[in-house]
């Protein structure tokens, strides 16, 4: 069985170098994208990485700006995801929720790549707020732990996760 690793986010557990990372992030929700963004930068002071960041206005765009990338002649060893989607009134937030997260993990699968979704789904602002959090212990910083985590394992193999 794979192991992957211990603490919250799964790891990783040594230090990643060397690595080039996109992060997209949804800018629909200003404060709470902000905390989320402060949650990856502050994992990321640990690691020697270099990143690309790109801003889309809603979750929606992300898949799309992730299928763009893929394409690209530029390469990533992992992207994070970041945005949020409150729920209304009416079926936009699942359609949202559903499709943006299913077409996240579908590219990440046909392109191998390690990917930290933080893209949050929550009923209320404050809820929101709450698993954003800002720092290590947010949301943000989880998906960028979930992500380093995977491009270890990619980087190692099965043997050595």
Known sequence: ?????????????????????????????????????????????????TYDRIAVPGALEIPQVLAAACNDLVTYDGVIALGCVIR????????????????????????????????LTVDTEAQAIARAQGGKAGKGGSATRACLRLIEIARVGFDGA
């Not at 040594?14 to 902000?34: N, V």
């Not at 936009?92 to 299913?102: E, L, S």
Request: net charge negative; aromatic share 6%.
């Open 88 to 119: 209304g009134e009416t079926a936009h937030y699942d359609i949202v929720c559903n499709n943006a997260n299913h077409w996240l993990m579908q590219l990440a699968i046909e392109h191998t790549l390690p990917l930290g979704n933080a893209i």
């Open 1 to 49: 069985m794979v192991g992957f690793g211990s603490g919250a986010g799964g790891g990783p557990v040594g230090r990643i170098e060397d690595a080039h990372l996109l992060i997209i992030e949804s800018r629909y929700y200003e404060k709470i994208a902000d905390l989320l963004i402060e949650g990856v930068e502050a994992e990321l002071k640990e690691h020697a990485v």
